[in-house]
């Protein structure tokens, strides 16, 4: 199998931030490295990996590149990770891009007619293709060709190009902006759900056998317990762990070690870092539960709106820490409570 530019995945979205889903070059060659390379290795996901499984079996059995694949679900839950899995198990190889960097027509033609017979063309964020190169898309997924157009005005012509058959695999994090035309053109969906605190475990335990490291089991809980359910995270928090346990502790990877590391990097017990934490207080503390607005919220933390509704606000609604009403954001009880604060008489009502 042809592996992949791990420089070309473009899955950055926080760089330095220990839970965030960014990392510089050489922490993304260390999570290449714990990459699952078969189905079998694959943890969690269970239904996906079964439906997934299913899928591959049946086009090796009838000797074609089986069905285009899209991978749904939140950042570091594993769809660069199936989409090199899928190249595997076809036993061809992976060509990668993502959407935002195919942004006219042309250059996804040039991919696609640089593809060869069964080979299998990942596209990362596939919900940020341009329009055009979207349109050029379908045709070439539903029936293997491009119409090249040659001239311009009304001499313009297309002549039609044929494609050998392949397989594209899309992954999105938002599968509700990807056009209906286009997911149509899918012959499997799969979405990818956040992982349990045991799956993440056996994600530790996995990697740090990789890592060459003895990672005891309480510290392994530790670890998976703050990891936000993600698998990315888990790895990343590992490797933190592991780098105080050398510098700073015996070498062991106990839940001494664990405890020390993760306080230098400031993830809590619930797996809240600095920007989640200061979002909270600020919410609690400046605007007194709220509601208050993306923007205010924002400048109050010194963040930009983007940054805080991305990265931020999707652990802490889930964690159910804030809310969103049509006025804006509210603190939770459980937030007031996390932080050691008494909320005010007056939050009772912001749900009502």
């Avoid at 070309?8 to 390379?37: M, N, S």
């Avoid at 923007?295 to 933390?301: G, P, Y």
Wanted: glycine share 10%; charged share 25%; with cysteine.
């Amino acid at each position: 199998m042809g592996e992949p530019d791990v420089d070309a995945l473009g899955i950055d979205l926080a760089p330095g931030r220990a839970t965030g889903a960014g990392a510089d070059e050489l922490e993304r060659a260390a999570e290449a490295a714990l990459r699952p390379r078969s189905l079998d290795e694959f943890v969690g996901q269970r239904v996906v990996r079964d439906q997934l499984s299913l899928v591959l079996d049946a086009a090796v059995g009838r000797g074609a590149p089986p069905d285009h694949v899209l991978l749904s679900g939140p950042p570091g839950l594993g769809k660069t990770t199936l989409a090199m899995i899928i190249a595997a198990e076809l036993a061809t190889s992976l060509r990668v891009t993502s959407g935002p960097a195919i942004q006219h027509a042309g250059d996804l033609a040039a991919v696609l007619s640089s593809l060869d017979e069964g080979e299998v063309l990942f596209i990362d964020e596939i919900h940020r293709l341009a329009r055009p190169a979207e349109e050029l898309l379908y045709v070439a997924m539903e029936d293997f060709r491009v119409d090249i157009i040659v001239g311009k005005g009304a001499g313009a012509s297309a002549i039609p190009l044929s494609l050998p058959r392949f397989t594209v695999v899309g992954a999105t994090t938002r599968a509700g902006l990807l056009p209906a035309p286009l997911r149509d053109r899918f012959g499997f969906t799969g979405h990818l759900d956040f992982y349990s605190a045991e799956e993440l475990e056996r994600v530790l335990v996995r990697s740090a056998r990789l890592l060459g490291a003895d990672l005891a089991p309480d510290a392994a809980v530790e670890i998976a317990g703050r990891s936000r359910g993600t698998p990315r995270i888990a790895n990343r928090l590992l490797r933190r762990v592991r780098d105080w346990a050398q510098v700073r502790g015996d070498g062991s990877l106990d839940l001494q070690a664990a405890h020390a590391a993760l306080d230098v990097y400031q993830v809590d017990a619930l797996g809240l870092d600095r920007l989640d934490r200061a979002v909270l207080t600020a919410l609690c503390t400046r605007f007194g539960g709220g509601p208050v607005g993306l923007t205010t919220l924002a400048v109050t933390v010194g963040e930009e709106p983007e940054t805080v509704e991305t990265v931020a606000e999707p652990y802490l609604v889930r964690e159910g820490l804030v809310g969103r009403t049509p006025r804006g954001r509210v603190a939770t009880p459980a937030a007031w409570q996390h932080l050691g604060l008494t909320p005010p008489a007056e939050a009772s009502t912001l749900f009502s």
